[in-house]
């Protein structure tokens, strides 16, 4: 026994030995991506302020355009008007936008300080294939949706001047704005299924929006810049009918034109409009343009990252809050639903105390009747 324990202590001290003289290079271990601003293993937003604003943009847009589509849906204007309908389906659009940013938001609230458990899962699943399809949809429904209103105005005030008395008004009919709005969403369904049918994927980030850092290959870099010309290309064609419609509405009087104050107010909003989205479409454009010039301080992923989560879906909750400053049937329509809400709710008190008073009539006949039946069995 004793052997066999001087036997283990020489085998351990060779052992010892061994590993002290064994002086082979360690090798380092790489981790491919890299973890960065648009790799994240912590936290998916990373920073506050980014997390802090996308919660407030997502909770504004979601109550702002939800406001607005009850006042859409209860306007007094007709329903029949193309003009109500383009501004419905665009605010349907901006919903959807702020819904995806809310859920950017939640998912980044549940993977909090341990997203490397969830990153894997949700950048290789098809939530991440959604989210990004959902958040390309949304924002190229949006410029064609503009786009579409935009011109929709030009034509009806421009087309007062050809009519055959000034109070007539040739806007477009309520089939064709149907029509256009069921082309706009098409072309930018069609626009958002490009990636995974050319590429087989959208990218690389788990934040699942359309970036030049988010992919991995060339062709995916110049998705997402032609993205950007293709916006600005219908902003300039936009810029250019607006300036022309107002150019006209300015040169004429309404009493000769019969160009109304409505549609004054409308000018005015859908100025304000163009004039926000414009402002708002330079930042998102500055990644993409500096990172096919390869101008490295203007291409920096952390302010990528915060302008594509703060600046790019700022027009889903911007359109609706400037919406409801500007157009003059908003507020009509607001007190009306108040009133109507009002109204219902008086309504159904009334008939609960009627109800309550009918209940306690029937309760006191029941009595009176027993009673009655009482006495004359004595």
Not at 94 to 120: E, K, R, W
Not at 221 to 246: E, F, K, P, Q
Request: hydrophobic share 45%; charged share 15%.
């Amino acid at each position: 026994m004793m052997t066999y324990h001087l036997l283990i202590e020489d085998d351990r001290e060779n052992f010892l030995v061994e590993s002290e003289a064994d002086t082979r290079p360690q090798h380092s271990v790489h981790c491919s991506p890299a973890p960065g601003p648009f790799q994240s293993c912590q936290s998916l937003f990373g920073s506050w302020l980014v997390r802090v604003g996308v919660w407030i943009i997502g909770i504004l847009s979601f109550v702002s355009n939800s406001l607005v589509l009850v006042s859409i849906v209860l306007s007094s204007k007709s329903p029949t008007c193309p003009t109500q309908h383009l501004l419905g389906v665009l605010t349907w659009v901006h919903l959807l936008n702020g819904v995806s940013s809310a859920a950017l938001a939640v998912l980044d609230t549940i993977s909090f300080d341990h997203f490397a458990d969830y990153g894997a899962w949700w950048e290789g699943g098809p939530g991440c294939w959604i989210f990004d399809f959902l958040s390309v949809f949304s924002s190229e429904a949006s410029v064609f949706l503009l786009m579409a209103v935009v011109l929709e105005r030009g034509c009806s005030v421009r087309g007062s001047q050809w009519s055959e008395t000034e109070a007539r008004r040739i806007p477009l009919g309520w089939g064709c704005a149907q029509g256009i709005s069921a082309l706009c969403c098409f072309l930018a369904g069609a626009i958002a299924a490009l990636p995974p049918l050319t590429m087989g994927k959208y990218g690389v980030s788990p934040l699942c929006v359309a970036s030049p850092y988010g992919h991995a290959s060339r062709l995916g870099c110049s998705y997402a810049t032609a993205l950007v010309l293709l916006n600005s290309l219908c902003y300039l064609l936009m810029t250019a009918t607006y300036t022309r419609l107002y150019c006209h509405m300015d040169r004429d009087t309404p009493e000769k034109e019969g160009v109304t104050v409505q549609d004054y107010s409308v000018t005015k909003l859908m100025a304000s409009l163009l004039f926000t989205n414009c402002l708002l479409s330079f930042p998102v454009a500055l990644p993409s343009f500096s990172s096919l010039l390869q101008l490295s301080v203007l291409s920096s992923p952390k302010v990528a990252k915060a302008i594509l989560l703060l600046v790019a879906p700022l027009p889903s909750c911007l359109d609706p809050l400037l919406y409801m400053l500007l157009c003059p049937h908003f507020r009509e329509d607001l007190s009306r639903l108040l009133y109507w809400t009002t109204y219902r709710l008086k309504k159904g008190q009334r008939r609960t105390s009627l109800f309550s008073v009918n209940s306690e009539d029937t309760e006191k006949q029941s009595c009176d009747s027993m009673q009655a039946l009482v006495s004359l069995k004595l």
